[in-house]
């Protein structure tokens, strides 16, 4: 399908796709969040890919926050109809997404980047919610992801301020997996896209959806989740390749059946 603000390569196992307005540091409007939710789920229905890196187009940018030209003259009605059930369609891919993050991740896009399952940073990459600072506050998640990712102090030191946060901070934060010298973090994304490619595809499914699970549980509820689909790998055909292949001393070939 032919987008006007994404690309979507596809490399399978792994794809990636990455938005395309780097004169505007890919600041995301409707059109931007509806070709995303439509890639993203289109890609989540092809078995050939097994993994999906999330990156911004140019050096500048992952994204600088959600389009604030197109977002100004908005009325509340327009705001709750347009665009957030795109970010909800984003929010239920099964399928694992990277972000790699080589530039500014701010508002809307810190708030994409939140929505990945894994984040890449190149060194001068800067993190922020800075709606503040326009009159207004995170709409995609932030307040709420921050605060369970970073805890409450951190993220009202980000929501409060609208200051931007370094690669380095929000990894010692926990929120960045790994901190990558400036330019090389889709390449370092797509090496470890290719990592979880190769791995048993169910179980990295229900990897992922027990690890969302525990945003929305009691560890009670969550444990008895976990117990159910562990218990459920043990119907598929990769568990029984995985554990022969480790008795027979050989590498497992998986299937994703
Ligand atoms: N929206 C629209 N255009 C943008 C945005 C943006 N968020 N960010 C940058 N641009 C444009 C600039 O207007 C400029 O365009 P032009 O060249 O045509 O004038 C171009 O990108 C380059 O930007 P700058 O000249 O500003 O570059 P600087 O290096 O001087 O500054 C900054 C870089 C610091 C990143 C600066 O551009 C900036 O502060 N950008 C805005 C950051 C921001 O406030 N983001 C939050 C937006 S609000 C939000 O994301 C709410 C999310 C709600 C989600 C729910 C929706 C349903």
């Known amino acids: 399908m032919p987008y006007e603000n994404i690309l979507v390569e596809r490399e399978a196992p792994i794809a990636t796709v990455t938005i395309n307005r780097p004169n505007k540091l890919n600041a995301i409007n409707w059109s931007v969040i509806a070709e995303l939710a439509d890639a993203l789920e289109e890609l989540d229905r092809d078995d050939t890919i097994r993994c999906i890196v999330l990156t911004g187009a140019g050096d500048r940018a992952f994204v600088a926050g959600a389009d604030i030209a197109e977002m100004s003259g908005k009325s509340p009605m327009e705001m709750l109809a347009g665009a957030f059930e795109n970010w909800d ?5 099964h399928k694992p997404i990277i972000a790699a993050v080589g530039g500014y991740a701010l508002g809307g896009g810190d708030e994409l980047a939140l929505h990945a399952d894994l984040i890449i940073a190149s060194e001068k990459a800067k993190f922020g919610q800075p ?3 326009l009159g207004i506050m995170a709409g995609a998640g932030g307040t709420q992801r921050l605060a ?3 805890g409450k102090y951190r993220a009202m030191d980000l929501c409060l301020t609208g200051r931007q946060a370094t ?16 330019g090389q973090h889709l390449e370092e994304a797509k090496k470890l896209a290719g990592e979880i490619a ?6 990295v499914r229900l990897n992922k ?4 699970a525990a945003y929305n549980t009691t ?5 008895a989740y976990e117990k159910r689909l562990f218990a459920l790998l043990f119907s598929t055909q990769d568990q029984k390749e995985g ?5 027979e001393k050989r590498q497992a070939t998986f299937k994703g059946s």
């Open 89 to 93: 369609r984003i929010r239920r891919v």
């Open 131 to 133: 709606e503040i600072l």
């Open 148 to 150: 369970r990712t970073v």
């Open 167 to 182: 690669a380095q901070e929000m990894h010692e934060w926990g929120v960045v997996n790994r901190i990558v010298p400036d």
């Open 198 to 203: 190769a791995k048993a595809p169910l179980a």
């Open 209 to 212: 959806e027990a690890i969302l």
């Open 219 to 223: 560890l009670e509820q969550g444990l």
């Open 243 to 247: 554990m022969a292949a480790f008795v």
